[in-house]
């Protein structure tokens, strides 16, 4: 019973999703913690407290002035025990709340008295999670410190499709776990990681690009800084998030990554190249704006790019772990195998780009992990589950 002992708070706010908080509770209290929930008003119209109070052995809270069994100020009493306080679902008004400071329910002011490590796991409608005012309110909360699991891409309640369905009751708990119990297994290794798309330009304005959003890569960065590595991020271009605390190399272009990697590469223990560099790159890019000329088309020359992945290869160090990915669209497994051993490899990460919920600029991924001695079949799962499950496996090779 890996949690016996630890406290936990949950605050439950109102949204569809808080019937899964139940889980999230029952699973908690299997690990041997102990779960003291918090419910606003609203969460009490979609889960009755008698619910949770059964699952997690312990009162629930909701009301601020309620007369404790026991004399003690309550939401102070609560925001002192936690060891991690967590918010699962967090709508976007207490992400609000929380972001001004306002205090005007047991929840709120619970969480803005706390000390703890504050875990929270939004649930809304993708027009709400994208909203200027909750994209304001998330990057405060993360820069305070706000940790976040989720939300997921998906269908939604409302019969919407896009990002906003709450992370599965697994992945929150699993978060929970690595904020209480983390795993210190990477300490003194040095990690360089390669994320997001590169640009080859054509002419000032144009250039080649893909649809890579560094979330991949990501993942990983900040997976191995949790687990003690002295992380490296090398970045194309990017979209999501920069994970906080990681030294990044900027690039634009594959030759720019190739320079960025191989200057650093020596000195690295293990290197994941999540990258999405382009192959070929224009062989006259134009200084000025390439013109329209009305009725006539237009050829590209294009020469190769350096393949980064093997120079690193062939550079390889004893004791050196190398991992690179296949973006794959088609005989997944025998272009990452041929990729693994031409770029003289430890491991490929092979993901079919074609698959919904896979690759590109999705939340999600579905891998296969190859080695020469075998392969491990990763499902549907979110890129922070599958970062952790490479780290497994390399830190597995590394220990064989
Ligand atoms: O960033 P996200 O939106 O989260 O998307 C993640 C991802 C789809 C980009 C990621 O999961 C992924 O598959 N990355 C590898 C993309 C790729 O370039 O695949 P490839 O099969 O073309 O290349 C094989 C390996 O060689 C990769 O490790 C790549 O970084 C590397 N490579 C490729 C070309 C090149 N010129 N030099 C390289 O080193």
New binding site residues.
């Given amino acids: 019973m890996k949690l016996t002992g630890k406290e936990i708070v949950l605050g439950v706010t109102g949204g569809i999703a808080a019937y899964k908080a139940a889980e999230v509770v029952s699973r908690l209290r299997k690990m041997g913690a102990s779960v003291h929930v918090i419910m606003t008003e609203n969460a009490r119209q979609f889960i009755t407290p008698l619910t949770l109070e059964t699952l997690s052995g312990n009162p629930v809270v909701h009301d601020t002035f309620e007369r404790p069994a026991t004399w003690e100020v309550e939401h102070i009493a609560l925001a002192k025990r936690a060891e991690v306080f967590v918010i699962a679902p967090a709508t976007a008004n207490i992400l609000a709340k929380m972001a001004c400071g306002i205090a005007d329910d047991m929840l709120s002011t619970t969480v803005l008295a706390t000390k703890a490590p504050v875990l929270v796991a939004p649930a809304m409608n993708t027009g709400m999670w994208t909203a200027p005012a909750t994209r304001q309110n998330v990057e405060t909360l993360r820069q305070r410190g706000v940790r976040f699991v989720g939300p997921e891409a998906g269908f939604l309640a409302c019969g919407d499709e896009g990002s906003g369905r709450m992370s599965e009751p697994a992945a929150i708990v699993e978060a929970i776990e690595a904020i209480l119990c983390p795993r210190r297994d990477m300490e003194g290794l040095r990690v360089m990681v ?5 640009r080859e330009r054509l002419d000032p304005v144009r250039y080649i690009g ?10 990983l960065a900040e997976a191995a800084r949790q687990r003690g590595a002295e992380v490296t991020l090398v970045c194309g271009h ?3 998030e920069r994970p906080r605390g990681i030294p990044v190399a900027e690039v634009e272009s ?1 030759c720019e ?2 320079d960025a ?1 191989m200057e650093r590469a020596a000195e690295q223990d293990i290197i ?8 070929y790159r224009p062989a006259h890019p134009s200084v000025q704006k390439i013109k329209k000329k009305a009725g006539e088309g237009i050829t590209l020359e294009l020469v ?9 290869g062939a550079g390889k160090r004893p004791g050196q772990t190398l ?6 669209t088609e005989h997944l497994l025998d ?2 195998r041929r ?1 693994l051993d031409k ?1 003289n ?1 430890d491991m ?2 092979a ?1 079919d ?1 074609s698959r919904s919920g ?5 939340d999600t ?1 579905i ?1 296969t992990l190859l080695t020469r001695s075998g392969a491990v079949e990763c499902p549907l799962q979110s ?1 922070q589950a599958l970062a952790e499950r490479i780290l497994d496996e390399i830190m597995a090779l590394r220990n064989a």
């Fill in positions: 390669t994320a997001g798309g590169t893909n649809d890579s959003s560094g979330k991949m890569g990501f993942a990017t979209t999501a594959t990554l190739y990697v994941i190249q999540a990258a999405a560099p382009a192959d190769e790019n350096p393949d980064i992945a093997a120079a690193v991992v690179g990915f296949a973006a794959e272009n990452a990729k770029k490899l490929i990460v993901n780009v896979a690759g590109f600029n999705v991924n891998a890129k």
